[in-house]
């Protein structure tokens, strides 16, 4: 099972960039996604998640509001709509498919899920 992802590049503070993440029907009917992003020389860390059925979300507080995941089952592709972009967003961004633990949907903002699956990331870089 394949995540490619596309989107990302230079984009000016205040911008908006979509990254897209696509997969197989299998992924997207059984899994959840998530998007991480990585700061050079740190760990990834998720900045949102969505349950395979799209009905939650669940964001890091430095985001919301201003980035938004969906899922488009149709399609088998998951997005993260970024807008009002800020220069400490400037990241490697990860799309990943992943398995809801025992204790059910994480409570926001925890992103906390089996992963299995990822994409090959895209960069992301804001500046003027």
């Known amino acids: 099972l394949e995540l490619v992802q596309s989107g990302g590049g230079l984009i000016k503070p205040g911008g908006s960039l979509r990254l897209s993440c696509a997969g197989s029907a299998e992924v997207f009917d059984y899994y959840a996604i998530a998007w991480f992003r990585q700061f050079p020389g740190k760990e990834r860390e998720a900045v949102s998640c969505?349950?395979?059925?799209?009905?939650?979300?669940n964001y890091i507080s430095s985001v919301k509001g201003r980035f938004s995941i969906s899922k488009d089952n149709d399609e088998n592709t998951a997005y993260l709509q970024m807008t009002n972009l800020k220069p400490a967003d400037t990241a490697a961004y990860y799309c990943a498919a992943g398995r809801v633990m025992a204790g059910g949907w994480p409570e926001e903002p925890s992103c906390s899920l089996e992963y299995d699956h990822w994409g090959q990331g895209t960069q992301v870089t804001v500046s003027s």
């Open positions: 969505i349950t395979s059925s799209g009905s939650h979300e």
